[in-house]
C-alpha cells in the first residue's frame, strides 16, 4: 500500500467570477521511504499539492489516501491524529522563535502533544543528535547561520517520529554549500526508512532525490526515477570546507 496515494485530485481556487485550476486531476503515488524532488515554475501548482498531501488543504475533487485512510472522510480527531503520527513540516523561512534555544524549539510539537517534560527532553535532543546539533542544543536560534537553523527546523520535524517529511523549498534561503549539506541530510533520513517529499525550483537540489516529478500548469509533466543520482559519498569530495558564513538569513518569529 502506497504512503501517499492521490486519484485524479483536483483543486480550484475561486475568487470572485474568477477560477484558478491549480491541480487539475494530479494522479500520484509515493511508496514509502521514497525520496521525491517536486519541480515546476512558480504558479504550476507545486505548493498546492504539498498543502493537500500534509492535509494543510482539502481538494476540490478527486480523491486522496494517507496512509490507507481516505482524508476527506476522517473527523478532526482522526485527522489530527494520523497528521501528528504521520507528518512533519520542513518550511523555506525555518519559522523557528527566534530568542529561544535550539532545544526549546525542538521540544515545542512534543508540548502541544502532551509529552511530559522528561520525555520531550530526551526526544529533542535525540532529534537535535540525528541532525549533526548536538554540540549546539542551548543556542537560539537567532545566533545560528541559516544551515544550522533549517537543521533545526528538520530535528522539530523528526521529533514526532514521522513517516513522511515535506518540505517546500527547504533550501530556498540558503547559500549553495549548506543547501547541500541539508539535501544530504534528507538523504540519510530517506535512506533510515523517512519518505522524503520536498519542492525546489533548482535541478542541483533536486538531483539529489530518487525521483523528481515536473510540474506544469497543474499537472504532472513528467515523474522520473534518477538512477545516477548525487550521493552524499560524492559530495565529500566537491563540498568546500571552509565554515558557513556569519551572515545568516534572520529567522522569522512564527507561529510553529
Ligand atoms: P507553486 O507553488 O508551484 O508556485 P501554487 O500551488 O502556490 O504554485 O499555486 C498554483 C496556482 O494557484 C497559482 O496560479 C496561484 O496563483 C493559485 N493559488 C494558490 N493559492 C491560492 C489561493 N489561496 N487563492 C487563490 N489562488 C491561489
Ligand atoms: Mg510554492
Known amino acids: 500500500m502506497p504512503l501517499i496515494e492521490l486519484d485524479k485530485v483536483s483543486k480550484v481556487y475561486r475568487m470572485g467570477d474568477v477560477e484558478v485550476h491549480a491541480l487539475r486531476e494530479v494522479s500520484f503515488t509515493v511508496e514509502e521511504r521514497d525520496f521525491v524532488a ?3 515554475s512558480s504558479g504550476s501548482g507545486k505548493s498546492t499539492l504539498m498543502n493537500i498531501i500534509g492535509c494543510l488543504d482539502r481538494p476540490t475533487g478527486g480523491a486522496y ?55 520531550r527532553h530526551r526526544r529533542a535532543l535525540e532529534a537535535l543528535g540525528r541532525v549533526g546539533l548536538a554540540e549546539r542544543v542551548h543556542h537560539r536560534s537567532n545566533e545560528m547561520s541559516g544551515g544550522q537553523q533549517q537543521r533545526v527546523a528538520v530535528a522539530r520535524a523528526l521529533v514526532t517520529h514521522p513517516r513522511l517529511i515535506l518540505a517546500d523549498e527547504p533550501t530556498g534561503n540558503l547559500d549553495s554549500r549548506t543547501t547541500i549539506e541539508i539535501m544530504v541530510l534528507f538523504q540519510e533520513l530517506a535512506a533510515a526508512g523517512i519518505t522524503v ?24 509533466r513528467t515523474d522520473e526515477r534518477q538512477q545516477g543520482r548525487r550521493a552524499a559519498t560524492d559530495l565529500a569530495a566537491t563540498a568546500p570546507i571552509e565554515d558557513e558564513p556569519a551572515a545568516a538569513p534572520v529567522a522569522t518569529e512564527a507561529s510553529a
Do not use: C, W
Not at 473527523?75 to 522563535?97: C, I, P, Y
Not at 517529499?197 to 504532472?220: F, K, Q
Open 38 to 40: 517536486v519541480m515546476g
Open 197 to 220: 517529499l520536498l519542492v525546489t525550483h533548482e535541478p542541483d537540489v533536486a538531483a539529489y532525490a530518487s525521483r523528481v516529478v515536473v510540474m506544469r500548469d497543474g499537472r504532472i
Open 65 to 119: 489516501r494517507l496512509d490507507g485512510h481516505e482524508v476527506s472522510r476522517l473527523d478532526r480527531r482522526e485527522l489530527a491524529r494520523v497528521r501528528n503520527k504521520t507528518l512533519g513540516f520542513v518550511f523555506q523561512s525555518f519559522n523557528l522563535l527566534s530568542r529561544t534555544s535550539a532545544l526549546e524549539n525542538v521540544e515545542l510539537p512534543l508540548l502541544y502533544g502532551g509529552v511530559p517534560a522528561r520525555e
